[in-house]
Structures are given as C-alpha cells and as structure tokens.
C-alpha cells in the first residue's frame, strides 16, 4: 500500500512546524513531521527500546564539535533525551541564564555513539560546530513546550548555526523514520533500520551536496535560497521571507486549468480511480466520492496545503497529495494519467521545483524529501520496519 494513500497526518504536522510566520520561532505543539500511525493494524511487534548508533563521517568535524538533541511528544508530552536513555519533560525552569535551555547529547570521544531509544516521536538534530538554542516556552494550552531552530528564518537565534535533522516515529507498531529537506537541506546524512530488512536512505553522493548548492545557484529564481554553504532554504519559505516569488508556479497553474477545462485527469488511489475536469473554476472529481479543488497558489503548491490540504479522509486527501505531487514535479499536464511513477519524467519543465530536483539528484537512491507529498509513488527518503532491531544515523562526507 502507498503511503501516500494511508494516514496524512504527517502532512498536517509539516505545516504546524514548518510554516510559522517568519520571525516567530516555531513551537512543536506535537511530533514535528509526525510519522505516527503508519502500521496499518500492524500486530504489536517492537520492543520498548531501539539501540541507537550515531556515526560522524563528515570528515570535517570531529566528534566533541558535534552536538546531538533527540526531541519530540511521548505519552502526550513534549519529551527530550537525555544520554542515559530516559525522557524528561520539557521544563520552563531548563532555560539558562542565556535564555535558552542545553539539551545537548555529546558524541562519545572517539568511533560510534550507542544511545537507546525509548518510544517517542520527534527529530533528531544534529548542529556541527555550536550547540543549537531551544527555548522552553508556554502553549496556548499553559503547557511546557519547545521552540524549534527555524533555519529559514534570518531572525532566530539558530540562523547562523550549522544543522539539520532526521525525523522518526518508534512505537509498538514499530520504527518509521526519514530524512528531511522539506524545511532546508544542510548537512548531508544517512539512516539504517535494521530489523525485518537492512535498509539505508538518505545517502548524499559523493559531491553531491556542492553539486546541489551549485545548480540552485545557477537557477536565477532559486539562487536566493542558498545561504553561503551553510544551507538551501526550501523555496516555501523562502516564499515567506520574500527570497522566493509569490507568484512562480502562477503560469503553469493557469495552464493546468485551462487544460483541464477541455479533457479529463484521472487520479488512481487505494479508493479507486477518480476523473476530474475543472469546472466553474474548480477541479471536479467523480468517483468514489465527489472532491474538488480551488486554483492553488504557489504557496499551496509548495506547502502543499491550502487549496492543496489533504485531510485524513481516505478520498480528498489522497487526492490532494498526488495532485500536490504532480504540480512540484511538473507532471501534471504531460501525464493526463496520476500519480506518475517515472522518475525520469519529473523536473523536466524549465518551471518546476528545482529545489526538490537537485535534492533528489544529490542522493545515492534517488529519494529525497523535499516537499511534503514527496512520498507519492515512494519517492521519499522513508524507511520503516515493524521488528526493529537497531537505527544508525551517520554524517557522511560534505
């Protein structure tokens, strides 16, 4: 079963963190990036603690300039990790004298770093260089949470700081887990889930994160997403910080409406097969259910949400993703016929999300995030296993 057919709640999880208003610190209500019921009814198979290996291959800094945090929700609550392998509750009282708390783990002094992993979802951060500023804060609800580094947004305190993360979900049902470039792509890294299967995503060729900054640089509405060689800012918010242009995608959005105002796109899901023409300005499905859509903006197309948002709901969600899919990929008008499952058939348009293009380009698998509905056809940088055995996240060779 695809996975973009199943839970959407990732989807909904990426906007809750990633798209705060610039300026503003985002606070992680829940699981950033949540991965959380993806076991399909899946017997209760994985044990209370995964081992945890964390590899520094960079071959640019050395172990005691590496700092790890693994932060997220368990049992309700905004949890961290501490080096023993406990999780502690976000506390107000963990700020510093600087204002921000150190929740830090150090890598051990030399070779790998063993930690266990108790179930919990969240991210695991890794800054190279300075630790990073989390700030314990207040919800609206009067809890204890936690400011997330923002490393879109010029103003938060983590900017110039040297980071990046995975993303995982380790429950009874097993571990789910990825890399992530939806938000920004930085430092190049890889994840292991051995269990059922050996499985490894995420890796960056050799080169191929210089390769990646190079050829955003040379894409004259992209270059502004590229900090120095410290990150690439998701063109999104890149959007919202004025970098990017509000209106990219606006010619090849009109276009699809005006194609589709004359023939039919038919949509394939674990629903069945919806066909949809735009009609009176909406894009109208017939099929196991009726949904339809508003002309997105270019922001919808990027966050893929908005006109784009893709509900639990097992048809308009569905929907939705392999339409927000199509659109990033460019693929919506040469194949009448989706999701699209040719890789080679994607980004070949001059307007198309070149930042998602070079990210898939710069992986050794070809899969990548770097969009929300990337996993439509299983193009994401994704791994899962319900009998995990051990999960190793290495830093490889910038």
């Known amino acids: 079963m695809a996975r973009h057919q199943r839970n959407l709640t990732r989807r909904k999880m990426l906007f809750t963190l990633g798209g705060a208003a610039v300026g503003i610190p985002a606070i992680a209500a829940i699981a950033p990036h949540a991965l959380a019921g993806q076991s399909d009814g899946a017997a209760t198979k994985a ?110 305190p983590n900017y110039g700081v040297l980071h990046d993360c995975a993303e995982f979900t380790f429950n009874e049902a097993g571990m789910f887990c990825n890399t992530t470039m939806v938000d920004m792509f930085s430092i190049p890294m890889s994840i292991r889930l051995t269990g059922e299967r050996d499985q490894t995503t995420g890796t960056v060729r050799e080169g191929g994160r210089a390769d990646a900054f190079a050829a955003l640089r040379r894409v004259e509405e992209f270059a502004p997403l590229v900090v120095d060689d410290t990150r690439i800012i998701a063109p999104g918010h890149g959007l919202d910080a004025g970098l990017f242009a509000e209106d990219y995608f606006a010619p090849y959005i009109d276009e699809v409406w005006s194609t589709y105002t004359g023939k039919d796109l038919t949509v394939t899901t674990n629903a069945g097969t919806f066909t949809g023409r735009v009609r009176g300005e909406r894009f109208t499905f017939d099929g196991p259910a009726q949904v339809s859509f508003a002309k997105p903006s270019t922001r919808d197309v990027l966050f893929c949400d908005g006109n784009l948002a893709a509900p639990n709901d097992g048809t308009t969600g569905p929907v939705a993703a392999v339409l927000g899919a199509a659109f990033n990929r460019s693929t919506l008008i040469s194949h009448p016929a989706q999701p699209t499952t040719d890789a080679g058939d994607f980004y070949r348009g001059e307007l198309t999300n070149h930042y998602a293009r070079v990210v898939h380009e710069a992986t050794v698998d070809g899969r990548a995030y770097g969009f929300a509905f990337d996993d439509v056809a299983d193009f994401a940088s994704y791994i899962q296993d319900t009998e995990p055995t051990g999960f190793t996240l290495t830093l490889t060779a910038f």
């Not at 949890?79 to 506390?91: E, F, S």
């Open 47 to 156: 044990a209370g603690s995964l081992p945890v290996t964390v590899v520094n291959n960079s071959g640019s800094f050395t172990n005691g300039s590496v700092h790890l945090y693994v932060v997220g929700n368990a049992g309700g609550k905004q949890v961290r990790l501490t080096p023993d392998g406990t999780l502690a509750p976000i506390a107000l009282s963990d700020n510093g004298a600087d204002g921000f708390t150190d929740y830090a783990i150090p890598l051990s002094g030399s070779g790998e770093t063993k930690l266990n992993l108790p179930y919990m979802s969240g991210r695991i951060y890794v800054s190279l260089g300075a630790k990073l500023k989390f700030k314990a804060v207040t919800d609206g609800a009067g809890n204890a949470a936690l400011q997330y580094p923002a490393g879109w947004v010029k103003s938060d």
